[in-house]
């Protein structure tokens, strides 16, 4: 892929590496790329990051085609940036996109446009502790048409966001939420695509589980409401009887990148992980005989998220008095340990830019 670039000539000023949030503040520049079915996806370039002017009729705006990514690049302690398996996310891109009848990326060539884009924006990645760029890149529909079918034409385009660590506090556990309202995706849907539709579906209930004093939403399958499936945004693991378990992926749980790198990890550690369905009434009834010890969430924003206490139905259902659990705190330490190079790297996950 032969990038045109373009710099900036006002580059902002960077923001306070210790108050960094999560997804407010944007680099200096960002990758553009467009599709249309004579030239297939053409014009690479890297350009100043600037609004994108659309008109009205923007087939994304209307029938949510569109998909997204997400993923970070790491400030190691020698000063080097790294990028955590990120052939996985250009894969699982390619996957959504084909689930929204997009045309896919191709890989080494998306990749290396990536690294470009980094480079150019290394000063961005901060060096605090536990801080990282967020790389969000985005394909959304572009023919200006009302009617539905698939789009002609695409934009893709990519963002950096400088983001603080996700634990300002500290490593606490979630209070979730398990809804029998409402349901994130089913079998056969769009459950499995990174496609913005997904989202705006889950507020409803999110917004009631805040209203109640809980953080996330534990979302239970879309056909019987019986089986566990994702938390919040975050995939989910169980530990029940010293068996790390998590849901297997049926279709309508976002296979995510962080979810296999605790499996992968856990059989290198030679741990027994199995991927298969799981009621709510298993894990109540678990929790009931003393054998459920430990839940959490993985994902690329927070790594690992230690769950604390489940409220299901009137009941309430507390978890570990408080404290992060011991595996919880295992894959935390070992994921960000090979995100950040403090440690080997022995799965081959780590892709080095700088
Ligand atoms: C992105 C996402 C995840 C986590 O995927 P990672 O690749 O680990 O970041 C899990 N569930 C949903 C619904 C997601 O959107």
Not at 71 to 96: C, D, H, W
Not at 226 to 235: A, I
Not at 301 to 329: C, F, H, M, N
């Amino acid at each position: 892929m032969s990038l045109t670039i373009k710099k900036s000539d006002q580059l902002k000023a960077k923001p306070d590496e210790h108050h960094l949030g999560f997804g407010s503040h944007f680099t200096d520049h960002m990758f553009n790329m467009d599709y249309d079915p004579d030239k297939g996806w053409h014009n690479p370039r890297i350009e100043p990051y600037a609004p994108i002017v659309m008109d009205p009729a923007t087939m994304v705006l209307h029938y949510g085609q569109g998909v997204f990514e997400g993923l970070k690049a790491y400030r190691t302690e020698n000063g080097g940036v790294q990028l955590f398996r990120p052939r996985e996310n250009i894969k699982r891109m390619n996957r959504s996109a084909n689930r929204l009848c997009i045309p896919e990326v191709e890989e080494d060539g998306f990749l290396e446009a990536l690294k470009q884009l980094i480079s150019i924006e290394k000063e961005w990645v901060p060096h605090a502790p536990e801080t990282s760029l967020y790389i969000r890149p985005t394909i959304i529909a572009t023919d200006p048409f009302l009617g539905v079918r698939a789009s002609h034409t695409y934009r893709l385009f990519v963002i950096l966001s400088p983001v603080g660590a996700y634990y300002p506090e500290g490593f606490n556990p979630i209070k979730i939420w398990v809804t029998r309202d409402y349901v994130r995706a089913v079998r056969g849907g769009v459950g499995e695509a990174k496609t913005p539709g997904n989202y705006a579906a889950s507020l409803l209930a999110g917004n009631k589980a805040h209203l109640e004093g809980y953080t996330q939403v534990l979302w239970l399958d879309g056909v019987e409401q019986k089986y566990l499936e994702e938390v919040g945004s975050m995939n989910i693991f169980f530990v029940i009887d010293s068996e790390i378990v998590t849901p297997m992926l049926n279709g309508s749980i976002l296979p995510g990148v962080t979810r296999d790198s605790v499996i992968k990890l856990a059989e290198h550690w030679n741990m027994k992980i199995t991927e298969r369905l799981i009621s709510i009434d298993e894990l109540i009834e678990a929790h009931g005989s003393g054998k459920l010890t430990e839940i959490f969430g993985s994902g690329t924003a927070a790594v690992i998220s230690p769950v604390g206490e489940i409220k299901y139905g009137d009941r309430v259902y507390t978890l570990g008095e408080g404290r992060v659990g011991l595996l919880a705190q295992k894959f935390y330490a070992a994921l960000t340990d090979i995100q950040y190079g403090r440690a080997a790297d022995p799965m081959g996950w780590i892709e080095p830019i700088l």
